[in-house]
């Protein structure tokens, strides 16, 4: 999920424009197809790309993440079988069991990467859209945009994913290795995440701001009335 252009430009006094975070040329910004982008006129940078997505299906994917992200954390994410031992463990217990083996610093990146920042970034994906499909525009929806945007980078879902596929792998001649349900649930995770990424845009995500706002300014009004 990468920015088209920070979201500064919507602090300007200059309505529909939109300044080029490359060179600073101030522009103004033109609707826009499906799957289009608008490059800025000096530099030739990204400036902001047509609506990707709706709203609603943006939402679907955030819940739809939301649910997996528990899946994964609640089962385990893989059962091993050897000489009649079994074992299993859940994505917190990973970096549980690094951490035991006195690696600490891996236990907290996978801890961090792999299950707080995607959760945090859930969270605040609902936190911003419910409230917008919902015609509201929540308390502090700057701040936690901009949250958004920060913590985005840190989620290293699919880096995990690969060293628990090539540990699996290694582990299939010394033991019987069965994916658990939080496997599953983890690739289908990585799934929609790929989906919000590839449909997220900034100036959409704005312009469902906008009609929030318009939406509670002409309920005003009609109470007024």
Known sequence: MTPDNPPRHRNTAHAGMIACRHCDLLQRTVPLTRHTTAVCARCGSRLYRGERTSLDAMLALALASAVLIIVSNLFPIADLSAQGIQSSTTLFGTALALYDQGRALVAAMVLVTTILVPAAEIAILLYLL????????????RAAFRALMAVHPWSMMEVFMLGIAVTLVKLADLATVVPGIAMWSYVALIGTFTGITASFSTQAFWSWVDL????????????AA
């Open 130 to 141: 419910l409230p917008l499909r919902a015609g509201i525009v929540p308390p502090g929806l």
């Open 212 to 223: 929030a706002r318009a939406d509670r300014r002409h309920a005003r009004l009609a109470e």
